[in-house]
C-alpha cells in the first residue's frame, strides 16, 4: 500500500513539475531633491526602480498619522499627494516587498538681511528675466556662441545657464554679463560645470566703470564645483581698465562678467560651461531696535522736571526744523533760574538686550549730556556723553553701560555691575553742564536706538573629516547661518614650517560660502612632528610645540581670509590627551601663544576659546579663569551637553559660566557661545526617540536666547553612521547616506530645527514670561520688527492658552505648519499648547494668559 502511494505520489510530481516559491519584488526609493527636502509649491518626487506593475503608497506624520494615500503605475518616479508643511515618512509597498523613506516640505529660508552675511542671488538662471547677455567679444571678430537656459542639468532648481563658444572662424573670446543691485559686496561666488575648459575670465566693474579681470582656475572635474572671488583687485593674471583705471577697487559693483576664452580649451575650437547659484555677499547691518524716532508721540517718551531737587521747568516737544532723520526730533528745553538740577525725557520699554546704544544730538549749549539705562533688577547705571561743542548733529555711541565718564549706580542690585536687559532710558539736560554757566538751555535728540545681539544658528559638521560638500545645501536650507568644522594639524603640516591645506578644506569653506554659511573654524589636535606622546589627539605640551601649533593657526588664517572667527582647540578639558594632561595651566599655555601670535598678524580675528566646558567641568573652567585665561580669547566656547535632562537646563548652566566669567574678569561680561550641545536618538543608554530630539532641540534654540548666547550649533548636523547602539552616530538632524531611508534624508528633528531657524532669523529676544499652568512664553521681535511669541511647557500635558489680540494672528507649528486664527467678538482666540513650540506672531497681539 506504502509503495502504491509512493508511485502515486511520484507520477503526480512529475506532471505538475518543481514549485517554485514567488519572487519579491524589486523596489527601491533614492531622492531626486537632494535629502528629499522640499519647499511650499515643490512637487514632491522620488526616484522609483521597480519590476512590479503597480506600487502603493503612504505618508504619516511624525505621529504615525497616515495623511496622505494613493497607487500608481510602476515608473521612474514617484509624486505623492503631501503639500503641507511638515516631516513625514513614507512607505511604499510593490507587492510583499517595502521601501521607505522620509521627507520634509519646509517654507523657503529668507534672504532679508540679518547680521552676518547678506546674499544678493544674482544667478538662479530659472528664467530669461534675470538680465544676463551674451556677449560675442566683437573687438576679436569671429567667435561665436551663445547663452540660454539649460533645463538638462543644475546645482540647484530646475535649470542652469549655459554659455557656449565656437572660435574655429577666429575670435578670442565670448561671455555673459549682466548689471548688478547696488551691493557693496565683499564677495562673489558661483558654481560652474565644464567638459573642457581650464580657467575662467572673471570680470567685476566698480562704481567707477573700472573692470578689474582674473583667471578663475577650474579643477579639471567635470561635475559642478564651486568659485569664490574674495578679492576684486588682485588674483591671478589680474589686469584692469576703464575708470579711473587706478587698480583699487571702488565699490560698488555694478556689473559682472564670465568669459570662455579661446586659450582655455586645450586642443579644441569650441567649449562650454554652466553655471548656476550666482550670488553677491556683503556684510549686513546688525540688527537694532529703535527706541526713539520721534515721529509719534506714542512711542512712549515724557518730560520730568527733575523733582527730586525743585525748582527747575522745561518741556519736550516734536521739533519739524532739520530733524536728524525722519520728519521731526524730540527738542527738549531746560530753565534753572528758579533752581534744579536737572530735566529729562524718558521712556519704558520692553526688556531689550542691548549691546550698544547710539543716539544723535544737536545743541550750541551744552558740554555733555546724561545718559541712564535701567537694567533688569531695577538698578540705574547713569554715565555722561560728552559733546564736540559743533552746532552740527552728532552721533553718541555707548557700548559700556556699567561704567563710562562720571559713572554711579543706584537701585536695583546696586552692585554697579550691569544685568541685562534693559528696561528703561533716560536722558538728562543737565544745570551744571550748560556752557558758560547759564541758565537757560534746549537740546535735539534723534535715532536713538539700541543694537542687539545677532543671534546665530549654526550646526557642527564634519567636512574636514570626511563628509561630502553635496550636503551643505541641506545645510543651507534648514536655516543655518554658521557652520563649525576643523582643518587638522596633522594634515596641513606634513613637513615642518610648511603648510598645504587639504582640498577638502578648501571645497567646504567655499561651499559655506556660496550657501551663505559663515565658517567657525577650530585649529585642532596635535601633529607628531612635534610633541608626539603616542596619545589620542597629541596635545602640545612643550613651547616649541605650542610655538608650532600657533603658526599652524597663523598659516590657517592666512590661506583662508573669509574666516573670521577661530577656535583654539576642541574641548582640551576632556580630551587633551598626553603630558598636557588635560589640564587649565596647559591650555592657558596654548591658547596664549595662539592668541599673541594671530592677534599680531590678524587683529581683527575672533578668537574662541575656553576649553568648551560642559556641565560637569565647571570647576576645570574657574581654575582657568582664576589663572588669567579670559585675557586671550574673544568668546567663550561652551559644550553644556545634559542628555538625561531637557533643554530647560542649558540656562544654569549658561548662567555659571557667565557668573564665573564675571568674577575673574573685573565684573565685565565675554560673549559666550554654545558650540556644540545635543541629543543622541538611537538604543544606546540616555538616547532620546526622535520626536523627542525634534522637540528638545527647538527648545534649546529657543531657550538659550534668554541668557545672551550670541550663536548656538547643534551637534551635529547629520548622523556619523548607522548603528542605533553607537551614540555618536546619532547626534544628527539629517540621516547618513548609508541609511535605509537615503541619503540626507531628514530626521523630525531637522525639520523642528528649520522651523526655529525661520523664526528666529534676525529675531530680538525682548523678553520671557509666564502665563501659568507652567507655561514659558517667550517674546520676540522678528527680523521686520512683528512680535512673535514662542510657548511651550517644560513638562506636563497639553492645555490651552488664550491669546488677546485686536485682529488675526498667526500660529506656527513645531514643524513649520501655519494657520492664520481670527478672534471672536470678545478678541480671544484659543491656541492648544504642549511641551513641543508652538509660534504665535501678530501686531495685534496683546498678551496671553493660561486658564
Known amino acids: ?35 528629499n527636502v522640499f519647499t511650499d509649491g515643490q512637487a514632491v518626487k522620488f526616484g522609483l526602480n521597480t519590476d512590479a506593475a503597480s506600487v502603493t503608497w503612504s505618508a504619516a506624520d511624525v505621529n504615525g498619522t497616515v495623511v496622505a494615500s494613493g497607487s500608481q503605475a510602476a515608473a521612474t518616479t514617484l509624486q505623492v499627494t503631501v503639500t503641507t508643511r511638515g516631516w513625514y515618512k513614507l512607505t511604499v509597498q510593490a507587492g510583499t516587498t517595502t521601501a521607505q523613506t522620509t521627507f520634509a516640505i519646509l517654507s523657503p529660508v529668507s534672504t532679508s538681511a540679518v547680521a552676518g552675511l547678506s546674499t544678493s542671488r544674482v544667478g538662479d538662471f530659472e ?6 547677455t551674451f556677449y560675442p567679444g566683437s573687438e576679436f571678430p569671429g567667435a561665436t556662441g551663445g547663452f540660454a537656459l539649460d533645463t538638462t542639468d543644475n546645482h540647484s532648481g530646475t535649470g542652469s545657464g549655459k554659455l557656449t563658444g565656437n572660435f574655429s572662424a577666429g575670435g578670442a573670446y565670448v561671455s555673459v554679463n549682466r548689471p548688478l543691485p547696488s551691493v557693496n559686496a565683499t564677495s562673489v561666488s558661483f558654481w560652474a560645470k565644464t567638459a573642457n ?42 589686469s584692469h581698465f576703464g575708470g579711473v583705471n587706478d587698480g583699487v577697487w571702488h565699490g560698488p559693483a555694478k556689473a559682472v562678467e564670465v568669459i570662455l576664452d579661446k586659450g582655455a580649451i586645450p586642443g579644441a575650437t569650441s567649449g562650454s ?10 556684510p549686513a547691518t546688525k540688527p537694532t531696535t529703535p527706541l526713539g524716532d520721534y515721529e509719534s508721540a506714542a512711542e512712549g517718551w515724557t518730560f520730568y522736571p527733575g523733582s527730586e531737587f525743585p525748582g527747575a521747568t522745561g518741556s519736550l516737544a516734536l521739533d519739524t526744523v532739520s530733524p536728524q532723520a525722519g520728519a521731526q526730533s524730540a527738542k527738549v528745553a531746560a530753565n534753572f533760574s528758579g533752581g534744579g538740577n536737572y530735566v529729562a525725557i524718558q521712556r519704558t520699554f520692553t526688556p531689550v538686550n542691548l549691546n550698544a546704544l547710539s543716539l544723535w544730538v544737536k545743541t550750541t549749549g551744552l558740554s555733555a549730556i546724561g545718559l541712564r539705562l535701567t537694567d533688569s533688577t531695577g538698578q540705574v547705571h547713569q554715565q ?26 543706584f537701585g536695583g542690585a546696586d552692585d554697579g555691575i550691569w544685568h541685562g536687559p534693559a528696561k528703561a532710558i533716560m536722558l538728562t539736560l543737565d544745570h551744571s553742564l550748560i556752557i558758560g ?5 534746549t537740546v535735539n535728540i534723534d535715532t536713538v536706538t539700541a543694537t542687539t545681539s545677532g543671534s546665530m544658528i549654526g550646526a557642527g559638521t564634519h567636512f574636514g573629516g570626511s563628509w561630502s560638500t553635496d550636503l551643505v545645501p541641506v545645510l543651507a536650507q534648514s536655516g543655518a547661518r554658521g557652520g563649525r568644522d576643523e582643518a587638522y594639524w596633522s594634515s596641513a603640516e606634513t613637513t615642518p614650517g610648511t603648510y598645504a591645506f587639504p582640498a577638502k578644506v578648501t571645497n567646504y569653506l567655499q561651499a559655506y560660502q556660496t550657501n551663505g554659511i559663515d565658517p567657525l573654524l577650530v585649529a585642532d589636535y596635535g601633529n607628531c612632528l612635534y610633541d608626539c606622546p603616542d596619545q589620542l589627539f597629541n596635545a602640545p605640551y612643550t613651547d616649541a610645540g605650542r610655538t608650532a601649533f600657533a603658526n599652524y593657526a597663523n598659516a590657517l588664517a592666512n590661506q583662508y581670509p573669509q574666516v573670521h572667527n577661530l577656535a583654539v582647540w576642541n574641548e582640551w578639558d576632556v580630551n587633551a590627551a598626553g603630558p598636557a594632561n588635560k589640564t587649565p595651566d596647559s591650555y592657558l599655555a596654548l591658547l596664549k601663544a595662539t592668541y599673541t601670535k594671530l592677534k599680531a598678524t590678524h587683529p581683527d580675528l575672533t578668537i574662541v576659546g575656553g576649553g568648551d566646558t560642559d556641565v560637569t567641568q565647571q570647576a576645570w573652567f574657574q581654575t582657568f579663569c582664576q589663572l588669567g585665561g579670559l585675557k586671550y580669547l574673544d568668546v567663550v566656547s561652551i559644550h553644556p551637553y545634559n542628555f538625561l535632562h531637557a533643554p530647560e537646563s542649558l540656562g544654569a548652566a549658561i548662567d555659571q559660566v557667565r557668573a564665573t566669567i564675571r568674577q575673574y574678569n573685573g ?17 544606546a ?10 522637540m528638545y532641540q527647538a527648545r534649546a534654540q529657543l531657550g538659550i536666547q534668554g541668557h545672551g548666547v550670541d550663536r548656538y550649533y547643534v551637534y551635529d548636523f547629520m548622523n556619523d553612521g548607522i548603528d542605533p547602539a553607537a551614540q555618536e552616530n546619532n547626534f544628527g538632524l539629517v540621516h547618513n547616506p548609508a541609511d535605509a531611508l537615503g541619503a540626507y534624508t531628514p530626521k523630525p528633528s531637522y525639520v523642528a530645527y528649520a522651523t526655529a531657524a525661520r523664526q528666529l532669523r534676525g529675531a530680538t529676544f525682548l523678553g520671557k514670561e509666564f502665563p501659568g499652568n507652567g507655561l514659558i512664553d517667550q517674546v520676540f521681535a522678528a527680523n521686520d520688527g512683528t512680535p512673535f511669541r514662542a510657548i511651550w511647557a517644560a513638562s506636563g500635558a497639553n492645555t490651552t492658552v488664550t491669546v488677546n489680540a485686536t485682529g488675526p494672528i498667526t500660529v506656527t507649528s513645531q514643524y513649520g505648519l501655519s494657520n492664520t486664527l481670527t478672534p471672536n467678538a470678545s478678541g480671544q482666540v484659543t491656541v492648544t499648547v504642549g511641551v513641543w513650540p508652538t509660534y504665535i506672531a501678530g501686531s495685534t497681539v496683546t498678551s496671553v494668559t493660561a486658564p
Open 1 to 35: 500500500m506504502r509503495r502504491t502511494l509512493a508511485i502515486a505520489l511520484g507520477v503526480l510530481l512529475l506532471c505538475l513539475g518543481t514549485i517554485t516559491p514567488a519572487q519579491a519584488a524589486v523596489l527601491t526609493l533614492t531622492p531626486i531633491t537632494r535629502g
Open 127 to 132: 528664467a530669461a528675466t534675470e538680465g544676463w
Open 197 to 238: 575648459l581650464s580657467f575662467l575670465t572673471f570680470r567685476l566693474t566698480d562704481s567707477t566703470g573700472q573692470v578689474h579681470q582674473q583667471r578663475l582656475t577650474l579643477s579639471g572635474a567635470t561635475d559642478w564645483q564651486p568659485l569664490t572671488v574674495t578679492r576684486f583687485d588682485g588674483g591671478k593674471q589680474y
Open 273 to 282: 560651461v554652466n553655471l548656476d547659484d550666482f550670488t553677491v555677499n556683503a
Open 384 to 409: 555722561r556723553l560728552t559733546l564736540s561743542g559743533s552746532s552740527a548733529w552728532q552721533q553718541l555711541t555707548v557700548t559700556r553701560f556699567d561704567g563710562g565718564t562720571g559713572y554711579l549706580h
Open 437 to 441: 554757566g547759564g541758565t537757560t538751555a
Open 667 to 683: 565684573g565685565v561680561d565675554k560673549p559666550i557661545w554654545i558650540t556644540e550641545s545635543g541629543w543622541f536618538t538611537g538604543t
Open 685 to 694: 543608554t540616555a538616547s532620546v526617540d526622535e520626536p523627542t530630539q525634534a
